[in-house]
């Protein structure tokens, strides 16, 4: 008996490192802001990105500023997001069998995202997918927290299931596959680099999984 055959109504997708490769958030969080605050303080690059990576070490991935690229603008002082946003578009992209695996999931139930980036960073990072997704949830600028139980909880009543109707994947162990564990959903963590035993290596073993082979 597949997972379809027990009646799973929506899968959930984080983004980053998901469905897009590293590239662009490399890009904005690891070269453009120490970049910006590097020409702004006058330090060479190597200098201002070790500075910049200790704060964002200070905050750390359980406060939703993490995540929120806007926030780190203005604490720095780098002036205006969007034009280094627009200015790096280019290197977003996708895994090779992120579309394929989204057209075959699409025709059988609803897809949504459920991640932690912001709003503002997911229209820009899902643009050419955009499609394939009924909802797309951002845990920080929907309701200012980050991809804990109570955030999937939240998704399964906006989208009128139980959480036993729910699939969802992504590649943060904890926030991808132990938190919605938590919740009661059925979850899989995303293991590209095959770290641990628990994971999935790509989208089409998921889909697999799912009984899609």
């Not at 997972?3 to 590293?22: E, H, M, N, W």
């Not at 600028?141 to 992504?170: T, W």
């Amino acid at each position: 008996m597949t997972l379809f055959q027990d009646a799973i109504k929506v899968i959930s997708f984080d983004a980053d490192g998901t469905l897009a490769t590293p590239e662009f958030a490399d890009a904005i969080w690891h070269r453009e802001i120490p970049r910006l605050y590097a020409q702004k303080n006058k330090m060479s690059f190597k200098e201002a990105k070790r500075h910049v990576l200790a704060e964002y070490q200070k905050v750390g991935e359980h406060r939703v500023e993490w995540y929120d690229a806007k926030y780190w603008f203005q604490r720095f002082g780098l002036g205006d997001l969007q034009p280094v946003f627009n200015s790096l578009s280019y290197k977003i992209s996708y895994y090779p069998e992120v579309e394929e695996v989204l057209s075959s999931l699409s025709q059988r139930c609803q897809l949504i995202i459920a991640s932690n980036s912001p709003h503002y960073y997911l229209d820009l990072l899902l643009a050419a997918i955009r499609g394939y997704f009924s909802r797309i949830f951002s845990s920080v600028s929907d309701y200012n927290e980050i991809k804990k139980e109570a955030f999937f909880l939240r998704l399964c009543r906006e989208m009128k299931i139980k959480p036993q109707q729910m699939v969802h994947v992504g590649d943060h162990f904890e926030f991808d596959f132990i938190v919605p564990k938590q919740a009661g959903i059925t979850a899989f963590f995303l293991d590209r680099r095959k770290e641990r035993d628990e994971g999935v290596a790509d989208l089409k073993e998921f889909a697999a999984r799912l009984g899609l082979s």
